[in-house]
């Protein structure tokens, strides 16, 4: 299973017009990001900090991530 660069992470973030996505992690959890300002990256770029509409949130390992899944399509 290829886990996704951080880069593809923040170019998915960057995008103009953002396109909401799902980081799907190994065990197939998935974390919605309906908006790049629900993203916290690190400044080591080691962690991302994900919040949700409620107010939690989200420490994500961004090597643990293996796939980006905008609208039911997938990005590796």
């Known amino acids: 299973m ?7 992470i923040e170019q998915a973030l960057q995008a103009n017009p953002f396109i909401p996505f799902r980081m799907i992690m190994p065990s197939n959890r998935s974390i919605p990001v309906p ?14 900090l994900v919040w949700n509409k409620r107010g939690g949130w989200s420490l994500i390992e961004p090597a643990l991530v293996v796939q980006l899944n905008f609208n039911g399509a997938h990005r590796r």
């Open 2 to 8: 290829c886990n996704v660069r951080i880069e593809a």
């Open 35 to 48: 908006h790049q300002d629900f993203v916290s990256i690190a400044p080591n770029r080691k962690w991302l």
